[in-house]
């Protein structure tokens, strides 16, 4: 694993073990129990940590506290420079860091360096905000006075990660984080923690030549859920950051209210893809292709439910079948591959048992949905991804199966369409594909889609930094990356200021 070797991760461990506490001044073993993380491609173990514990977050904390009293008063140009030298050095090391996110996500190259680019390019897109964290000013309705409204830094930040985007998430974070003045813990995904350490690497790298900046502001503690609910449940984090499934969401949110914290939330998708009868088939099909079935289904912007018009329908499934059988199924690694494996063998007994569900709810699978053994690495699970033609309110359809399984519902009038789009609990991607300006304008009006995403004659997935990411109802509401989204990461105040020799109140109220 050279990888791990030029990015220097081999030497963040004692014996074989990981270390789990990085600040930057400490790097320690966790005091919890030993696990192991394997690699999606072959099931073989890539490393061995000790879970970080709850009273190890306590050291932690002190340590982000001192590191915010230091890095709120550096000038957010100041702190612009350390991203933007992040950012560089994400980019000497880009094809390493590709490398990890395969061996760890079991992403396909060409995937693995697109996230990383999405990391450089919230460098970039930080380091502008750094000087842009505009306030307000604003008139007093008071002689010899005037208001203002100024953004400040709000505190550490604690940020929780999926496996299946191990570098941008944190990123999209933690470079606006570090702009607006927070020093930033991650506690990443279990099955995703050498990534984790990579990407401390390249900040420490950095924070090498600032010794202005204190190192702990890029902190890491690697641990399982009793990690995540100990940072949920603490004061030092007025912002809790967390991306994952919906329980987990529901799980931090009500603990972060329970303290009256803010959380910022990225859950669990249910993406849909309304295909019209005007629709350019052969981009849609294409769309289609890369949104269901790239990544092996495991984006939470998958394209999950195909809502076309009856007219169309069985054209539409033809084709698409014939793509599915053609494409190239295997290790993430080699070139020419489109589909890598699933994470794991939980998540392929999960995508079993949902298509034995849709089944029994009146589901017939088109093709796919079998493991595939022949000609990919033993010992992990690939499969081929699956069509299934169901009807859009089988109860299986509502639900998010983190693999690669296309529901194909159909439609008549576009209303329907529309309802069918939004009737799910979840609310985070949409498309629409049509050459009718009526249908893609109704479609993005305040009667259309639902999501936070809705996109017209592009796919689902792929969405670039600049734009605000997140979704609706069950996805949790929350906005990353893009926008105004820096101001999830800064606290409000508003300033009254007398220039005046007199102290005239507010709505004219005479206090003498
Ligand atoms: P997961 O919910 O199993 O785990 C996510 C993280 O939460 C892990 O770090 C885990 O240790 C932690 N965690 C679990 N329970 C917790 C608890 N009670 N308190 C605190 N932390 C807890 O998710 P996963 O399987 O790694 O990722 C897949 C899910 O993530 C999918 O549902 C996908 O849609 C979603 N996702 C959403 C976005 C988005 O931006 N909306 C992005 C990526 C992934």
Redesign the pocket.
């Known amino acids: 694993l050279t990888c791990l070797e030029t990015l220097g991760i081999n030497q963040l461990k004692q014996g074989a073990t990981f270390f789990s506490v990085l600040t930057g001044n400490t790097q320690a073993l966790g005091d919890g129990a030993e696990f192991s993380a394997h690699s999606p491609i072959d099931g073989a173990r890539l490393s061995q940590f000790k879970n970080a514990t709850p009273s190890q977050l306590h050291e932690v904390n002190k340590e982000l506290q001192e590191a915010f009293a230091i890095l709120r008063n550096i000038p957010a140009p100041r702190r612009g420079e350390l991203v933007r030298r992040i950012g560089e050095e994400a980019r000497k090391y880009k094809d390493e860091l590709a490398q990890v996110i395969s061996l760890e996500a079991g992403k396909i190259v060409p995937e693995a360096l697109g996230e990383v680019q999405e990391w450089i390019d919230v460098c970039d897109f930080a380091v502008g905000q750094s000087r842009m964290l505009h306030g307000l000013s604003i008139v007093s309705e008071r002689p010899g006075h005037r208001m203002m409204e100024q953004w400040q830094p709000l505190g550490p930040v604690a940020v929780?990660?999926?496996?299946?985007?191990p570098m941008a998430?944190w990123a999209w974070n933690t470079m606006l984080g570090l702009v607006c003045g927070d020093p930033v813990l991650l506690?990443?995904?279990?099955?995703?923690p050498l990534c984790a350490l990579a990407m401390y690497r390249i900040a420490q790298n950095v924070l090498a030549d600032m010794p202005d900046i204190p190192k702990a502001v890029v902190s890491v503690m690697i641990?399982?859920?009793?990690?995540?609910?100990a940072?949920?449940a603490s004061d030092t984090f007025p912002l809790v950051s967390?991306?994952?499934?919906?329980?987990?969401?529901r799980?931090?949110a009500t603990?972060v209210a329970g303290r009256l914290g803010r959380s910022l939330?990225?859950?669990?998708?249910n993406n849909a893809m309304i295909v019209s009868k005007s629709a350019d088939l052969d981009l849609a099909l294409r769309a289609i292709v890369f949104s269901a079935a790239g990544t092996a289904g495991?984006?939470?912007?998958?394209l999950r439910r195909l809502i076309t018009h009856t007219s169309i329908v069985d054209g539409v499934v033809e084709r698409l079948t014939k793509s599915y059988q053609s494409l190239p199924i295997g290790n993430p690694l080699a070139a020419g591959t489109l589909v890598g494996p699933l994470?794991d063998e939980d998540?392929f007994a999960r995508m079993q048992a949902a298509l034995a569900t849709a089944q029994q709810q009146g589901g017939e699978i088109i093709c796919g949905g079998q493991r595939v053994t022949d000609g990919v690495p033993a010992g992990g699970f690939y499969v081929a991804p699956a069509i299934v033609r169901i009807a859009h309110d089988a109860p299986i359809v509502q639900q998010?199966t983190?693999a690669p399984i296309l529901y194909v519902l159909t439609y008549d009038d576009f209303e329907d369409a529309i309802a069918m789009q939004n009737e799910v609990p979840?609310g985070?991607s949409s498309a629409v594909f049509t050459e009718n300006l009526r249908e893609a304008e109704y479609f993005m009006s305040p009667a259309g889609s639902d999501c936070g995403i809705a996109n017209v004659n592009i796919g689902t997935s792929g969405a670039e930094i600049g734009g605000a990411?997140?979704?609706e109802k069950e996805?949790?509401g929350?906005r990353?990356s893009g926008s105004d989204a820096w101001r999830n990461y800064m606290r409000r105040t508003t300033n009254t200021i007398n220039y005046g020799g007199d102290l005239p109140l507010a709505q004219g109220i005479v206090f003498e």
């Open positions: 929780i990660t999926a496996f299946n985007f998430v506690k990443p995904s279990e099955k995703a641990g399982d859920r009793e990690l995540g609910e940072i949920a967390a991306t994952g499934s919906t329980a987990m969401g799980a931090v603990t939330l990225e859950l669990g998708g495991q984006r939470c912007t998958t994470v998540s998010e983190f979840q985070l990411f997140g979704g996805t949790g929350g990353e």
